[in-house]
């Protein structure tokens, strides 16, 4: 996915821009930037891979050469960004976290008079940020250009902008993601994703921006420029998986959230009288745990961790060349305390079941230490669509998703015209789809979050949620 934070004041802003990127680190593994502005000496850009190094690493020995009273960063899991634009708009600098999947549309139908280009990636596509900026260009000023682009993109796009005097935040035309605008105790503003990015850092959230809604920030305060929609469409898994534990979104704070979704699992789960007697509830690390915690407290079980994700040397997500070696790391992060496993009945919440490749090697895992029964629970409903908007889940074809390859095996497209039912376990089909993933795994037992459930959980409106990837509704 991706994050970015921006920070303007009368005073040099470069490391609060710095540690607020690096607080963003969690929600991208590929790619980093930094551009600050002095008004005597310009902008000032670093964009590096983080693939397998943190973003302070990378980006430490360049503090030295960055200075300004206004910057902007980010975290991304797609093109190399921010790009520093220089168009009739002026010299500006852009980042955005989201989507556009029609982007081959949109040249064609924008760009094709020989007369445009645009940087290609190594796969080959198009650069989706200097396709968003061209198409902000085409208006005549930037908050007329971003309307412009969000209508025009399928997907979504959450947008900072920095030009010579201000830093411009819009808001997805959905608020599939949050923005905060953050006031700092002495002087300035920041730009955030995450709430808790700016607190460390001395701000305190003052206004959150709603969907579609564009604003201006400058040292001196915050300007609406266009107005928020009607209609929010935020990402569920912003709470379930992405969010960082401290951060909150929309008034609820992340870890409450996964608290009270493991507390409805184990609730629900002794209504349907699957409650298994159990020696342990554990949780999948990192974002498993706080489930695994509401629902130890709420089933009255001891909770436990079974095994720990080593971090000291493995900080980063880490791709090797070959699947031998991507196996054999994904087991040296996995260290056991054979006290907790051996002859133990356990039960497993992980924040969802995407693939499951790396759920299977777990429990292979655990019943080689000698676990006497391992039992799953997912702490959001099974995954039928791959991410549209914000690259969640998102995979070559949905039949890598293990509900939906499963439906296949079982059923053939004949039960691809039913995804609903099996996604709801008190049917036939549902149980019939969680008996076969059972057996093809080697859990005792597996269970998924209802969707009414993690609503439930979340607190907001059904509405205003975005659950595309369990039931396919925009």
Not at 109 to 118: E, N, V
Not at 281 to 295: K, L, M, N, Q
Not at 308 to 321: G, V
């Amino acid at each position: 996915m991706g994050g970015f934070f921006g920070a303007i004041a009368n005073r040099d802003i470069s490391y609060d821009v710095f540690f607020g990127v690096d607080y963003h680190s969690h929600l991208g593994t590929r790619r980093a930037g930094m551009i600050i502005h002095d008004t005597s000496d310009g902008f000032q850009r670093q964009i590096h891979s983080i693939e397998n190094t943190p973003f302070r690493t990378k980006f430490e020995k360049d503090l030295s050469k960055f200075h300004g009273n206004m910057g902007i960063g980010c975290i991304s899991d797609t093109d190399p960004q921010p790009l520093l634009v220089r168009s009739h708009l002026g010299l500006y600098a852009i980042s955005f976290v989201g989507i556009i999947n029609n982007s081959e549309e949109l040249v064609e139908q924008y760009f094709s008079d020989h007369s445009h280009q645009f940087t290609a990636m190594s796969s080959g596509k198009v650069n989706s940020t200097e396709l968003l900026s061209a198409l902000i260009n085409q208006k005549d000023d930037i908050v007329s250009g971003i309307l412009h682009a969000q209508e025009l993109i399928d997907g979504s796009a959450t947008i900072l902008v920095m030009t010579k005097n201000e830093l411009i935040a819009a808001r997805d035309k959905f608020g599939r993601l949050p923005v905060l605008v953050c006031k700092h105790h002495s002087d300035g503003y920041c730009v955030s994703f995450e709430s808790f990015a700016a607190e460390k850092l001395g701000y305190e959230p003052c206004y959150e921006l709603g969907p579609n809604e564009v604003v201006r920030v400058t040292s001196q305060g915050v300007d609406q420029l266009s107005p928020p929609g009607e209609q929010m469409k935020i990402c569920a898994f912003l709470w379930t998986y992405y969010g960082y534990p401290n951060s909150n979104y929309e008034g609820r704070n992340v870890e409450l959230m996964r608290y009270r979704n493991g507390a409805i699992m184990a609730r629900d789960d002794a209504k349907r009288g699957i409650a298994q007697d159990v020696d342990y509830v554990c949780g999948v690390p990192d974002s498993g745990i706080p489930h695994a915690i509401g629902y130890a407290n709420a089933s009255h079980k001891h909770f436990a961790r079974p095994y720990i994700k080593y971090t000291p040397t493995w900080l980063r997500s880490f791709t090797p060349p070959n699947q031998e070696m991507r196996n054999q790391v994904a087991k040296m992060k996995q260290i056991p305390v054979p006290e907790l496993i051996k002859d133990q009945k356990l039960l497993l919440v992980d924040d969802s079941i995407v693939r499951g490749t790396q759920l299977q090697e777990t429990v292979e895992f655990l019943r080689s230490c000698g676990a006497q029964a391992v039992h799953m629970r997912s702490a959001c409903p099974p995954i039928m669509y791959g991410c549209k908007y914000l690259n969640f889940s998102s995979s070559k074809s949905e039949m890598e998703l293990i509900a939906r390859r499963t439906i296949q095996e079982l059923e053939g497209d004949e039960g691809q015209k039913h995804l609903e039912e099996y996604a709801n376990a008190d049917t036939e089909r549902g149980q019939c789809m969680l008996k076969t993933i059972c057996d093809k795994f080697g859990f005792d037992s597996l269970g998924y979050q209802s969707l009414d459930g993690m609503l439930e959980a979340i607190g907001l409106d059904r509405d205003q949620v975005c659950t595309y990837c369990w039931n396919g509704r925009e």
